[in-house]
């Protein structure tokens, strides 16, 4: 029995129950260890919870400042008058021509630089002082285009067609806000162009916040992941606030039929000014067109709605009698 039963005070006796005990502690330090181990791999990646709410908190209040410091520069400028208006427009025009050509370069495009951002900031000029001239400085433009053409044997067909693309697509449709400021000097003519293009801009912010809030159904994932038709409706509402808003006020030639054309048509092209934005980043390769804007990136993703949005609001306007 002896043999078979060691008693409680023999050493065979005492090291079972230690050898359970190691066990169960064993698995319990690896896991602790690995847990660490795992946090500090997500800290150094900023993905633990904290880190993202933080950075979802910053990304916010810079986007939201920035966009700010944007929109009341504008206001006062387009307050001031069309003189200043149109030096607003001209910049406006010039950078986002200029990082127009850095994705077309990106592209392996060679465009004749100079004179497109020449072009860019003559509409804008050309429409303060008489908007028919707008028609010699695109004559001018592709004259110009093809006489590099013709002597310049590196440039393509495609680098032309960038050259005289870039300053119409720019330029010539940002310069319609100098078109609506010229209703007057006072302060109509402010409240027309600040009326369209705070439209847009509503437009922009609504479909924004709505998209994040309730979107889920995509509406081009391939040009534009993170558009969805939530996004598109509530955008379309804000828009629309802006137009009766310009109505309520008594705006001269403003009508419930022209504030429900214009909300349509301004909000319409302005979805399409942004998906072809994306689209040309899309082929470039790359997120933002440059990072003018914290928060935004470059100033051409800023205004990209905007360009397509202020002329056809232009162009209601023009065939309402109001312009």
Same mark, same amino acid.
């Given at each position: 029995?002896?043999?078979?039963?060691?008693?409680?005070?023999?050493?065979?006796?005492?090291?079972?129950?230690?050898?359970?005990?190691?066990?169960?502690?064993?698995?319990?330090?690896?896991?602790?260890?690995?847990?660490?181990?795992?946090?500090?791999?997500?800290?150094?990646?900023?993905?633990?919870?904290?880190?993202?709410?933080? #950075?979802? #908190?910053?990304?916010?209040?810079?986007?939201?400042?920035?966009?700010?410091?944007?929109?009341?520069?504008?206001?006062?400028?387009?307050?001031?008058?069309?003189?200043?208006?149109?030096?607003?427009?001209?910049?406006?025009?010039?950078?986002?021509?200029?990082?127009?050509?850095?994705?077309?370069?990106?592209?392996?495009?060679?465009?004749?630089?100079?004179?497109?951002?020449?072009?860019?900031?003559?509409?804008?000029?050309?429409?303060?002082?008489?908007?028919?001239?707008?028609?010699?400085?695109?004559?001018?433009?592709?004259?110009?285009?093809?006489?590099?053409?013709?002597?310049?044997?590196?440039?393509?067909?495609?680098?032309?067609?960038?050259?005289?693309?870039?300053?119409?697509?720019?330029?010539?449709?940002?310069?319609?806000?100098?078109?609506?400021?010229?209703?007057?000097?006072?302060?109509?003519? #402010?409240?027309?162009?600040?009326?369209?293009?705070?439209?847009?801009?509503?437009?922009?912010?609504?479909?924004?916040?709505?998209?994040?809030?309730?979107?889920?159904?995509?509406?081009?994932?391939?040009?534009?992941?993170?558009?969805?038709?939530?996004?598109?409706?509530?955008?379309?509402?804000?828009?629309?606030?802006?137009?009766?808003?310009?109505?309520?006020?008594?705006?001269?030639?403003?009508?419930?039929?022209?504030?429900?054309?214009?909300?349509?048509?301004?909000?319409?092209?302005?979805?399409?000014?942004?998906?072809?934005?994306?689209?040309?980043?899309?082929?470039?390769?790359?997120?933002?067109?440059?990072?003018?804007?914290?928060?935004?990136?470059?100033?051409?993703?800023?205004?990209?709605?905007?360009?397509?949005?202020?002329?056809?609001?232009?162009?209601?306007?023009?065939?309402?009698?109001?312009?």
């Amino acid at each position: 029995m002896a043999a078979t039963e060691p008693r409680l005070g023999e050493t065979r006796g005492r090291r079972a129950p230690r050898q359970v005990r190691d066990t169960r502690r064993g698995p319990h330090r690896e896991t602790l260890s690995d847990r660490r181990e795992q946090r500090e791999i997500k800290r150094a990646a900023g993905e633990l919870k904290g880190q993202k709410v933080r #950075a979802s #908190a910053e990304r916010t209040l810079t986007r939201t400042l920035s966009g700010a410091i944007y929109a009341i520069s504008i206001i006062v400028l387009v307050s001031v008058g069309p003189i200043t208006t149109t030096l607003l427009t001209g910049a406006i025009a010039w950078l986002c021509c200029s990082e127009l050509f850095r994705l077309t370069r990106l592209m392996g495009r060679a465009p004749f630089e100079f004179l497109g951002l020449a072009g860019a900031v003559a509409f804008p000029v050309a429409a303060l002082i008489d908007r028919s001239l707008i028609v010699w400085v695109l004559y001018v433009l592709l004259l110009v285009s093809g006489i590099w053409y013709i002597f310049t044997p590196r440039a393509s067909i495609s680098d032309v067609a960038i050259t005289v693309f870039a300053p119409l697509y720019t330029g010539f449709l940002i310069s319609s806000l100098v078109s609506i400021r010229l209703l007057d000097r006072g302060g109509t003519g #402010a409240l027309m162009t600040l009326g369209v293009l705070g439209s847009i801009w509503a437009n922009d912010a609504a479909a924004y916040f709505c998209g994040r809030r309730f979107g889920k159904t995509k509406m081009s994932p391939k040009i534009s992941p993170n558009k969805t038709w939530e996004g598109f409706v509530g955008g379309y509402l804000g828009g629309l606030i802006l137009w009766i808003i310009m109505f309520a006020i008594g705006l001269p030639g403003i009508t419930i039929p022209i504030v429900i054309i214009g909300s349509i048509f301004t909000m319409l092209a302005g979805v399409a000014g942004d998906l072809v934005e994306s689209r040309i980043k899309r082929a470039a390769g790359v997120k933002d067109s440059g990072d003018f804007l914290p928060g935004h990136g470059g100033l051409l993703d800023r205004t990209d709605s905007q360009l397509f949005g202020c002329m056809t609001g232009y162009l209601i306007l023009h065939l309402g009698g109001i312009l």
